[in-house]
């Protein structure tokens, strides 16, 4: 649309007219912007590198645990064959994409469209295989069962994690008794400080900033986290703010929030395909790619779900 004209005077821009004025096309492209994924950060992905195709299995081998007996002076000793089951650990989904540029358009065009929608769909597919993962029941319900519902804690069934039908409600209060009670749940099971994660929903990354670690001398830093606008690091757990985690509509909007130690959960992907083909129907290329992926709790004990909404 052109500047308003005043009356009697030629519209130049008018269609139908001779156009004296050209429309411009901008030579950059907006910015886009993406849900921020962190799958690769909360798993453990040590046997992705053997994975070729869809249907690949991957044998996870486990440690046995020894018996341990008491002993006695002169008693015949009793001896035992370690053994323990390998986990599987399937390949056994994939998501694909696919793109078509006729030869007219490219030459016609000011900018590399191949490029720019292959590097939308790298990142459109990590958004979809995350999705996936959180809403999937297998990784919500999975872990072990003292890590979840209203009596958390494999010791002392003290921790209420929330339940259908009775979500913990979190607020700034609350929210940083939280994230120490979901500590304490793997501390029960001897779950590993370091490498500690915990997946929360922005909401809620909100309200710890409203909590009293506002007060920088709580957080031992310089600036307090309302200032610098970073998590980070709370009790033990490394803090990923996301806007994939699974929710369901129960007592309100509740959330699944998933905390835990890397060798809980493990998550295998290949890009296995990636090729640029004439395409046989036109003029032009297509450009097309394949990721085959799987997940599996492998350590349920080292992962735990927050049942929670606002």
Same mark, same amino acid.
């Given at each position: 649309m052109g500047m308003p004209v005043a009356p009697g005077h030629p519209d130049y821009t008018a269609a139908g007219t001779s156009d004296f004025i050209p429309e411009v096309w901008s030579g950059k492209m907006q910015v886009k912007f993406y849900d921020f994924t962190c799958i690769t950060q909360i798993t453990n992905t040590d046997w992705e590198g053997e994975i070729k195709k869809m249907g690949d299995t991957v044998n996870i081998r486990t440690i046995p645990s020894i018996t341990i007996n008491d002993y006695v002076v002169g008693q015949k000793l009793n001896y035992e064959r370690p053994h323990s089951p390998s986990l599987i650990l399937s390949i056994d989904k994939g998501k694909y994409w696919g793109i078509e540029l006729n030869d007219v358009m490219r030459v016609q065009s000011d900018l590399p469209?191949? $490029?720019?929608?292959? +590097? +939308? #769909?790298?990142?459109? /597919?990590?958004?979809? !295989?995350?999705?996936?993962?959180? @809403?999937?029941? #297998? !990784?919500? #319900? &999975?872990c072990h069962a003292s890590n979840k519902g209203a009596a958390a804690g494999v010791k002392s069934t003290s921790y209420n994690m929330?339940?259908? &039908?009775?979500? !913990?409600?979190?607020?700034? @209060?609350?929210? /940083? $008794?939280? /994230? !120490?009670?979901?500590g304490s749940v793997l501390d029960e099971q001897n779950v590993p400080e370091e490498g500690r994660w915990f997946a929360i929903p922005t909401w809620m990354a909100g309200l710890i900033k409203k909590s009293d670690l506002k007060d920088a001398? /709580?957080?031992?830093?310089?600036?307090?986290?309302? =200032?610098? &606008? =970073?998590i980070g690091m709370i009790d033990r757990f490394t803090l990923y703010a996301s806007n994939l985690l699974f929710s369901t509509v129960d007592v309100g909007t509740c959330y699944f929030s998933l905390f835990g130690h890397r060798a809980g959960l493990s998550f295998a992907s290949q890009i296995t395909e990636t090729e640029k083909l004439r395409n046989p129907y036109d003029f032009g290329d297509i450009v097309r790619g394949l990721k085959v992926y799987g997940y599996k709790a492998t350590k349920p004990e080292a992962y735990g779900v927050l049942y929670c909404k606002k």
């Open positions: 469209l191949l $490029d720019k929608w292959t +590097d +939308d #769909a790298a990142n459109q /597919l990590k958004i979809k !295989v995350e999705s996936a993962f959180f @809403a999937d029941p #297998a !990784v919500n #319900a &999975g929330g339940a259908p &039908g009775a979500p !913990v409600q979190v607020t700034k @209060a609350n929210v /940083l $008794d939280m /994230l !120490v009670d979901s001398s /709580l957080t031992g830093d310089g600036k307090s986290i309302l =200032r610098n &606008g =970073r």
